[in-house]
C-alpha cells in the first residue's frame, strides 16, 4: 500500500511539472512543450558526453565480445519475467508464455541468462513494458516530454515508467551496494550498445533534438502496435 501511494505521488509530481511547464507551447501539438523539452535534452546530452559515454566506450574497449553478450543476456533475461506480464496484460498470453519460458530455459540451461538458448531453440525475444500496455488499452500518448536522466517519454510512457521502475527485480534488490553495482552495470551496457548508432544520427539529424523525438515516436507506437500501426489519427495513435 505505501509504495502504491509513493507511486502516485511521483506521477502526481511528474504532471505537475509538466504543467507548469505548459507556458513554454510551441504549438506542436507532439511537442508543446519544446522549450522545456530541448533544456532536458541539452542536460542529459551533457550528462552523456562527460561521463556516461566516456565509461561505456572503456567499457566497450575493455572488454572481450562473449563477457559483453553475456552481460547484455543477463539483463535481457531478467526483463524478461515482466515483459511476460506485459504480453498477459495486452491479451497475448502465447507470447506471454514463450517469455516466461524463455527466462526459465535461460535461468537454468542458461546459467542465470549469460547465454540466451532459449533464442536458438526458437522462443523469440519480445520487447513490451508497461506504456506500451497502456498504448494497447487505448491511452492515448499525451504530450512528448524529455526527463532528465531518463530521456525522452511521452506522458502516457512516463507513468508507465514509474510502474517499470517499480517492479524492476534490479531496482528492488534489498542491498543496495549491488543494486547500485547492477544499475550503473546495465546502463553502461546498454550505453556501450548504442556506439554504434551514435555516428548515424549526427551525420543525419540536422536538428539531433528533433530527430531524437521523431525517431522515439515512431519507434513507440510501431511498438505499440506491435509493428503494425494504422493510419495516424488526430490523437497521434
Not at 556516461?52 to 553478450?69: E, F, N, Q, S, W
Not at 508464455?97 to 527466462?103: A, I, K, T
Not at 522462443?123 to 532528465?148: C, I, M, S
Request: hydrophobic share 40%; aromatic share 10%; with cysteine.
Amino acid at each position: 500500500m505505501q509504495r502504491c501511494k509513493t507511486s502516485i505521488r511521483r506521477v502526481g509530481v511528474l504532471v505537475l511539472a509538466v504543467w507548469l511547464t505548459g507556458c513554454a507551447s510551441t504549438g506542436n501539438p507532439k511537442d508543446p512543450l519544446e522549450g522545456f523539452n530541448r533544456a532536458m535534452f541539452a542536460f542529459n546530452e551533457g550528462l552523456d558526453t562527460v561521463l556516461i559515454k566516456p565509461v561505456a566506450k572503456g567499457y566497450d574497449a575493455a572488454l572481450p565480445a562473449p563477457v559483453k553478450t553475456g552481460v547484455t543476456n543477463f539483463f535481457g533475461n531478467v526483463a524478461d519475467l515482466f515483459i511476460g506480464v506485459n504480453n498477459f496484460l495486452q491479451g497475448k498470453p502465447q507470447e506471454a508464455v514463450g517469455d516466461w519460458g524463455r527466462v526459465l530455459i535461460n535461468t537454468t540451461i542458461g546459467l542465470l541468462g549469460l547465454f540466451d538458448v532459449a533464442t536458438e531453440l526458437g522462443l523469440e525475444k519480445h520487447e513490451e513494458d508497461f506504456g506500451q500496455t497502456f498504448g494497447r488499452w487505448g491511452a492515448p500518448p499525451g504530450a512528448y516530454v524529455v526527463w532528465p536522466f531518463f530521456g525522452p517519454r511521452t506522458l502516457r510512457d512516463t507513468v508507465g515508467l514509474i510502474l517499470d521502475v517499480k517492479t524492476d527485480p534490479i531496482a528492488n534488490i534489498g542491498d543496495i551496494r549491488t543494486r547500485n553495482s547492477l544499475l550503473a552495470l546495465r546502463i553502461i551496457d546498454q550505453r556501450a550498445d548504442m556506439l554504434p548508432a551514435d555516428r548515424v544520427i549526427e551525420e543525419a539529424a540536422l536538428d539531433k533534438y528533433a530527430y531524437v523525438r521523431d525517431g522515439y515516436l515512431a519507434r513507440r507506437r510501431h511498438l505499440v502496435f506491435d509493428g503494425n500501426p494504422p493510419r495516424e489519427a488526430e490523437n497521434g495513435e
